[in-house]
């Protein structure tokens, strides 16, 4: 068979070409494919939805469980540099040779000539994925969402605990244009008398309304569970369990506490089958690591890279650099999709950024940086703030560096590819030029 000899970056060029649309929504071609391979859990399965925050969620799973001994398979999209970075199983990336393998077999199961089944790019990963996922005798899987829920592809999975992190606006053209409809489109990843973990804590009514009429086991932040804190710790409590004089986790950013909580909600859902002990969950909350949520890189200037994409996320950002305290000047490189909502992101943070550095990315999707550059110019209103265009990230990023000072901070944020574009080579550490005292 010829396509036995295709590598891993053969296999993905040839995922892009299979399916008219990049998106399309529906789960009969993802079931269809899943059943020819027999594709069937016989782990405990946690599937994580919601607008942002899920990508820290299922990392703080993972590192939890891993510390409880738990060997974890986890899966979340999209990658930052490679694409093996999808699949983590117990704490390591996948083989590209897996996952090339992988694909073989799903192109195998849809079929050939004019019978094959139509799957995207995202749906035919997604089946690969989660074949290697069964095959790998685990304890516990950890799937993310990639968008929405209820018609996404990881929902053919029947999970025996979901987690609805935030809801916010975002990919509005497939989930609908207000909270409401989006998060009813979130809540189809609920199940009948199964746990579901709701940690924003404002929720849509539709979440509430679905968890009742499914007869979930809904779970709800500031109900079911809750967290406090000081400066030095904090602590959780919820149905039957507390912790207390916990440190904060090592993902930095006030967003992570309802991330943290919503975890621990999830694991005490879950005890009769997977118990962790108290020192796994400090242990795992001190451990984990997640590049691009608010990754702070020390040096001179400090470099901080966040994939924050969309108003929500770039509220908590702003948030976030708020906090950190004052710095001369905060330069930002900032790479967009076309269909993201700018006006309120670039209201957002406009106050905390005096340079800006628009990048082009490497991608049709994305808006091109002399576009967001004439985007940024439209509404801002500080004469004191420049903007610039540049044709990728990490000429943005040199410009950046050349124009900082060392007591200065950069801000890398936007897609997954404007980060990406940055760690390909590894975490820089910056070094500015020591500027003469005038």
């Not at 999975?157 to 916010?168: F, G, N, Q, R």
């Not at 628009?358 to 940024?376: E, H, I, M, N, Q």
Request: charged share 20%; proline share 5%.
């Amino acid at each position: 068979m010829a396509t036995a000899m295709k590598t891993l970056s053969e296999w993905l060029a040839h995922c892009e070409q299979l399916h008219p649309k990049s998106i399309d929504m529906g789960l009969e071609r993802v079931r269809t494919v899943a059943q020819r391979m027999s594709i069937d859990f016989d782990c405990p399965v946690i599937t994580v939805a919601g607008t942002n925050g899920k990508g820290s969620t299922c990392a703080m799973l993972e590192s939890i469980l891993m510390q409880a001994g738990y060997r974890t398979g986890v899966y979340t999209s999209p990658h930052l540099v490679h694409f093996e970075e999808r699949l983590r199983l117990s704490g390591e990336p996948v083989q590209a040779a897996e996952l090339a393998a992988a694909f073989e077999r799903v192109e195998g199961a849809r079929g050939v000539g004019e019978g094959a089944v139509s799957l995207t790019y995202f749906e035919f990963s997604t089946l690969a994925i989660l074949d290697l996922v069964t095959r790998a005798k685990l304890d516990v899987a950890v799937l993310e969402v990639g968008l929405g829920g209820r018609l996404d592809a990881v929902n053919i999975v029947d999970a025996d605990c979901s987690v609805i992190t935030s809801i916010d606006l975002d990919h509005m053209e497939f989930l609908g244009n207000d909270r409401e409809s989006i998060g009813r489109e979130k809540a189809g990843i609920m199940r009948t008398g199964r746990p579901v973990i709701v940690s924003d804590p404002v929720p849509p009514q539709s979440v509430l309304d679905h968890a009742l009429e499914v007869g979930a086991d809904l779970w709800r932040f500031g109900v079911d569970f809750n967290y406090s804190g000081d400066k030095q710790q904090w602590g959780w409590s919820g149905r039957g369990r507390r912790y207390g004089g916990l440190a904060y986790p090592a993902l930095r950013g006030a967003n992570q506490m309802l991330n943290a909580s919503g975890v621990l909600a999830a694991l005490t859902a879950l005890r009769e089958r997977l118990p962790v002990t108290a020192q796994a969950v400090r242990n795992g909350l001190a451990l984990v690591e997640l590049p691009g949520r608010f990754q702070i890189i020390p040096g001179q200037p400090v470099l901080v890279l966040d994939v924050a994409h969309n108003p929500h996320a770039v509220a908590a950002l702003a948030a976030n650099l708020d906090a950190m305290g004052f710095y001369p000047t905060t330069h930002a490189v900032f790479g967009a999709m076309a269909d993201k909502d700018l006006a309120p992101m670039l209201a957002k943070i406009g106050p905390l950024i005096d340079r800006w550095y628009f990048t082009d990315l490497p991608t049709p999707r994305a808006a091109p940086g002399s576009t967001l550059l004439a985007r940024w110019q439209a509404q801002n209103a500080r004469v004191d703030a420049l903007g610039q265009a540049f044709s990728d990230p990490s000429q943005a990023l040199r410009v950046a560096i050349k124009a900082a000072t060392p007591a200065d901070r950069i801000v890398v944020f936007g897609s997954f590819y404007t980060v990406g574009g940055i760690l390909k080579d590894g975490i820089p550490r910056l070094q500015a030029q020591h500027l003469p005292n005038t």
